[in-house]
């Protein structure tokens, strides 16, 4: 694992574009995986000021979500589709049809999730994943104790993670849905190039878990430590935590 301090999230963001950009040089259909929350805006800003500037091309570029909520409609405002049509597909100048997802309104959630982890599959996996953190260790939505095998299945948010999420529903956590479709941590590990972007000291003891602790499901990013080529970028502030 390689840990990349930046001096703020304008950095880590700047940072994390210019490796999509070349990846996209390299392989112009690249399946690019993104998160939602607030910390990988500044990625998704750089990398739109690049197309925008003509230094990287997305037009055969492809997206593929990592979760949803389950029940809120998609075309929600905050529906992860719907976050991710405003904040990345359209500021990339990318349709729906190089866009993949969960559905998280199927009538059958696990078979809706197991065909996601098929159509992962067959788009030739991830190439690169831009991963957040939680406050607790969660990537994705996987919570403490998830599997590290874990494949693409409802999980239910814990009360921390969705005081944490209110602020995108007025501040109102009975607004926030209890459950999600998450790729598992088994599915995560299967992209070919891991970016966990953390800012802010939030998220320091996280990261310490993750980079230093000992890999367990308590600290679900901790997984990192498995892939052959992850990194991990953080801000001064989410930093001070490591040794
Ligand atoms: C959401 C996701 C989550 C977030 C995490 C941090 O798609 O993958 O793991 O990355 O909850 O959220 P922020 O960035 O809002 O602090």
Redesign the pocket.
Known sequence: MEVVIVPDAAAGGELIAEAMAQLLRRKPDALLGV??????LPVYQALAAKVRAGAVDTSRARIAQ??EYVGLPAEHPES?RSVLHREVLQPLGITLDAFLGPDGTAQDIQAACEAYDRALAEAGGVDLQL?????DG????NEPCSSLTSRTRIKTLTEQ?RI??ARFFDGDIEQVPHHVV?QGIGTILEARHLVLLATGE??ADAVAATVEGPLAALCPASALQLHRHATVVVDEAAATKLK
């Open positions: 998160a939602t929350g607030s910390t990988p990592l979760d992860y991963l957040g953190i939680g406050t969660h990537i994705g939505f993670t944490d999420n998450t939030g998220k």
